[in-house]
């Protein structure tokens, strides 16, 4: 779809629909009428090792987005960049999407997922008894 706005919400990606499979547009060609949306899945699937490839787009607020307008999408995504040991940053945490998911992590649990704990040891004095 060529960036004709309606009532149709594909957010986060460009799919080509031509041929056959084009789109039904309004005579005015400004609003969609219909589109095949399994075919519109399938195309998206096809593209995921493409975008998991190029990781610097793949990022945590972006899916979370997308997964709000194609959650299936959004899983075989996360799924796939799990499977090929994709890691992004996080408050400067850099965590294994594997490990963290679409989880929005609390910045008190990233050492917990990342295995790294930037801030020295707090002690309270307890461990100081007479």
Same mark, same amino acid.
């Given at each position: 779809m060529d960036g004709i706005s309606g009532h149709t919400t594909l957010f986060g990606r460009t799919v080509d629909l031509h041929g056959t499979e084009e789109v039904t547009l309004s005579i005015d060609r400004k609003e969609i009428l219909h589109y095949d949306r399994e075919l519109l899945h399938q195309r998206s699937l096809v593209a995921i $090792? $493409?975008?998991? $490839?190029?990781a610097c787009f793949l990022l945590p607020d972006w899916l979370r987005r997308l997964?709000?307008?194609d959650a299936r999408l959004t899983e075989a995504i996360v799924i796939r960049a799990a499977e090929k040991q994709i890691t992004w940053q996080v408050h400067g945490w850099t965590i294994d999407v594997g490990k963290a998911g679409l989880f929005p992590p609390d910045q008190l649990l990233l050492p917990a997922v990342s295995g790294t704990f930037p801030w020295p040891p707090v002690h309270s004095g307890l461990d100081q008894v007479p």
């Open positions: $090792d $493409d975008l998991v $490839d190029r997964q709000e307008h």
